[in-house]
């Protein structure tokens, strides 16, 4: 039902509803689980766009996933983000 969580948080937006951190996050989360990497990049992109701040949670959930699918360079990459964002 990934496909039905992100018609409903678009749909949340349309609405003038503003999603904070933690429904990113755990949209995320869902989306690494599922191998949606595309998905993910894009709904973080969002947030920028949104400007709202990830934080050390989404920064995690990232790491966690990428690590679990042997994509030890993206996972890299993500904590020297969080060093210089000093997380």
Partial sequence: MVDDA???LAKMIDKGISPH???YS???QVLCNFGRWKD???LIAET???KISLDVITFSILVDAFCKEGMVKEAEDVVE???????
């Fill in 40 to 42: 993910a990049k894009d």
């Fill in 81 to 87: 983000i969080m060093m210089q964002r000093s997380m």
């Fill in 26 to 28: 755990s949209m995320v």
């Fill in 6 to 8: 992100l018609q409903l």
């Fill in 21 to 23: 951190i933690v429904t």
């Fill in 48 to 50: 920028v766009d949104h």
